[in-house]
């Protein structure tokens, strides 16, 4: 039951180019959308999210880009940095579901190569 | 920042035995989870608290599992009698709210079951 797929499990880019990391999910009901940044030996740590009400949401040098009829959501690092190379989760959860389990995709490993 | 703080860091244990795994959740934060990854796959949800009870739980959080917020800091999850199977690390994450709010998980405990 993958509800929240990523279909690449890894991805190289040179430093200071733009790295595009893709989701898709299966959940009509995810109406929120996280990424999250994970280093060996810690924690997954949250980079940025999206309301279903949004197709864009920017923080930086993270864009998170939602195409809710495709139920596709992507994102966006510019300029890619060696310190970016980790493992990115895409997250999602219906919020209106009171236990609000958050479903977690496979994640793809970023190589920031310099 | 605030952040999450699990101990310990890695647990071995013998297949049969209990094991308590500790998190200390963010101060001002109400909702309050365990998430697992087996290595090599995927973060999975394990079970959601709130307002002192469970408000959610996966297959995988059988009767051999349970949570305890025993005081006003500390957040436990018991596991009774390990299988070799459970070895994973075991994340605990919280938010301050419901709805739209990330979840912040700590760096997680490595169980090893032999």
């Known amino acids: 039951d993958q509800q929240v797929k990523q279909n690449s499990p890894s991805l190289s880019v040179q430093e200071g180019r733009i790295s595009i990391l893709n989701c898709d999910y299966t959940?009509?009901?995810?109406?929120?959308f996280l990424w999250y940044k994970k280093y060996p030996a810690e924690g997954p740590t949250f980079l940025i999210s999206?309301?279903?009400?949004?197709d864009k949401n920017e923080d930086g040098r993270f864009t998170v880009f939602l195409n809710k009829s495709a139920k596709h959501l992507s994102l966006h690092i510019v300029p890619s940095q060696p310190g970016d190379s980790a493992v990115y989760f895409c997250a999602a959860s219906a919020v209106d579901n009171y236990g609000q389990n958050f479903v977690f995709g496979p994640g793809t490993r970023l190589s920031v190569l310099p | 920042e605030p952040e999450v703080t699990q101990t310990p860091s890695h647990q071995v244990t013998q297949m049969g035995q209990e094991v308590i795994l500790r998190c200390v959740p963010i101060?001002?934060?109400?909702?309050f989870y365990w998430y697992r990854q087996i290595l090599g796959q995927k973060v999975e949800f394990l079970v959601s608290f709130y307002n002192n009870e469970i408000s959610e739980k996966s297959e995988i959080f059988d009767d051999q599992f349970s949570v305890e917020r025993p005081d006003g800091s500390n957040f436990t999850l018991k596991i009774r009698s390990t299988k070799l199977e459970d070895s994973a690390m075991y994340f605990c994450a919280s938010r301050r709210t419901g709805g739209r709010s990330p979840l912040h998980f700590g760096n997680g405990t490595r169980l090893t079951v032999t």
């Open positions: 959940n009509s009901m995810f109406d929120y």
């Open positions: 999206i309301s279903s009400i949004k």
């Open positions: 101060s001002n934060h109400l909702y």
